[in-house]
């Protein structure tokens, strides 16, 4: 698959991770909070962004395995885009529990303004600790051989 093809596809996977993670916080928010596509629109933007990432890194890793070849990058790569999706559904299972259990101006700020540098930071954290400094590292782990 080519670099284009790939771009396309994490973009559809962004834009629906997007749609969806949006209306569905701005739905469970609506009833304690006015203005709850404030929390939405963002909230999804980052579950949109993190979708588009991890489909493509995925993508690209899929295609390196298929020719037999696997990159230090993108074994790298894959592994940024996991721990950024870990991070996602944690940071935003973790904001609402707060929001509903502690307290809502809390659980929002964490939604809000904690998810987009955790998912950076995630990101950057699984991307530098991916062990590829081993000798055999062919990428077999993830492969569907």
Not at 19 to 41: C, H, M, N, Q
Not at 61 to 88: E, H, K, M, P
Not at 127 to 143: I, K, N, P, V, W
Request: charged share 10%; glycine share 12%; hydrophobic share 55%.
């Amino acid at each position: 698959m080519n670099t284009f093809a790939r771009i396309a596809i994490a973009l559809v996977v962004g834009s629906l991770g997007f749609a969806v993670v949006a209306v569905g916080i701005t739905a469970a928010l609506e009833p304690w909070v006015a203005f709850s596509l404030i929390v939405g629109l963002p909230v999804g933007l980052s579950a949109g962004l993190t979708a588009a990432f991890a489909t493509y890194a995925g993508l690209r890793y899929r295609d390196q395995v298929r020719r037999g070849s696997v990159s230090n990058s993108a074994v790298r790569t894959l592994w940024a885009g996991i721990t950024a999706v870990l991070d996602f559904v944690t940071v935003t299972a973790l904001g609402l529990t707060v929001y509903f259990l502690v307290d809502g101006s809390l659980g929002i700020g964490l939604l809000v303004v904690g998810l987009p540098v955790t998912l950076l930071l995630a990101a950057v954290a699984g991307y530098l600790s991916a062990d590829t400094g081993r000798e055999a590292d062919d990428g077999s782990r993830f492969s569907a051989r």
